[in-house]
């Protein structure tokens, strides 16, 4: 056998071998060996939670910042949810970031916005978020998945070049645990900080005042809210518009930076166009994606 005869015969198998994994990955049950009682539950928005979670055994359920959980609803909710709603979908668990430090193993934040029907269509609610935000109470017990993801890995520790975040609503969780973790290593001391948060309007600026304390208080922090429809009772001073076009206005020139994003598959989309036509090098472009369909 020819050298590409074997290299093509390899490539085959591994592709197939690769397909199949996928296959039975997709079909194996995700599993939820950690469990967690809610410690507390806040508003912080209009649509937009944060609870507070207790792992029983926080020795086992270990997480780097930035890492997402699946959060598995009960099993009586999931049933009463079908018996309202029986063409409805039939998942029973959704992906939600860290939004706290790991430093403190006894507990963590999610930062979870409700998904209603969109006014416009005859649908169910968002299954999970829904559960979350409706049927959560402080001292219940949730079943998690093993943290994983890889938004954040530590590869860029070496540098002193600038950190540009980018998020846009909801994404702005992962950022809440990676920033903490940020400034608890001083990462801020040596390199500058710039945080990108795009919403639609003041209602929906989840943490600002908290993100605009660190603006004053952390070195080298730069808090850059911005609303793509502002209303007028926001009397809103600051930036306007899509959150990739107020990065674009924000760096004129080329960019070297190391930037990590989250937020709406069309905000990654276009805020990596800008990234691209900076120069920035795509190895040094992290992303999580909040897809919800
Ligand atoms: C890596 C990752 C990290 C994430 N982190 C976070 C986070 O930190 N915080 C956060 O809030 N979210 C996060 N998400 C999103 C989250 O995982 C869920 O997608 C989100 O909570 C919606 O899930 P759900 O079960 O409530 O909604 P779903 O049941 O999936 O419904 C989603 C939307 O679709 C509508 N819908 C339902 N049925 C139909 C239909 N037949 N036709 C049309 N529309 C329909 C619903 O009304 C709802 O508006 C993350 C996602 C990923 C992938």
């Not at 999931?78 to 018996?83: P, T």
């Not at 709603?85 to 029973?92: E, I, K, L, N, V």
């Not at 076009?245 to 069309?266: Q, T």
Request: charge should be negative; proline fraction near 6%.
């Amino acid at each position: 056998m020819g050298f590409n005869k074997i290299h093509k015969t390899t490539w085959l198998v591994s592709i197939g071998i690769t397909l199949l994994g996928g296959i039975f990955s997709n079909l194996a049950a995700r599993e939820f060996p950690h469990r967690a009682k809610v410690v507390n539950l806040e508003n912080l928005t209009h649509n937009v939670k944060r609870i507070t979670l207790q792992p029983q055994d926080p020795t086992s359920f270990a997480f780097t910042p930035g890492q997402y959980v699946f959060l598995k609803a009960s099993d009586e909710y999931i049933a009463e949810f079908k018996a309202q709603y029986p063409a409805g979908r039939t998942h029973t668990s959704r992906a939600y970031s860290c939004a706290s430090s790991p430093s403190d193993p006894s507990q963590f934040d999610l930062i979870v916005k409700h998904y209603t029907a969109p006014p416009d269509k005859d649908v169910p609610p968002g299954i999970v978020s829904t559960y979350i935000h409706e049927h959560l109470r402080v001292g219940d017990m949730v079943d998690l998945s093993d943290p994983s993801g890889n938004l954040y890995t530590g590869s860029d520790q070496q540098t002193e070049r600038p950190i540009v975040v980018v998020a846009g609503g909801v994404g702005a969780s992962p950022f809440v645990g990676l920033l903490t973790y940020w400034f608890e290593q001083e990462i801020n001391l040596k390199r500058e900080i710039y945080f990108f948060l795009g919403v639609r309007s003041a209602r929906d600026l989840l943490l600002h005042e908290q993100f605009s304390r660190w603006g004053e208080t952390k070195k080298n922090f730069h808090y850059i809210p911005a609303l793509s429809d502002p209303q007028d009772e926001d009397n809103w001073q600051g930036a306007t518009g899509y959150i990739n076009v107020v990065l674009d206005n924000y760096f004129k020139e080329s960019l070297d930076a190391d930037v990590y994003m989250a937020g709406p598959p069309i905000m990654i989309r276009f805020t990596r166009k800008v990234l691209d036509a900076k120069g920035v090098n795509s190895d040094q472009i992290h992303r999580d994606s909040i897809r919800v369909r």
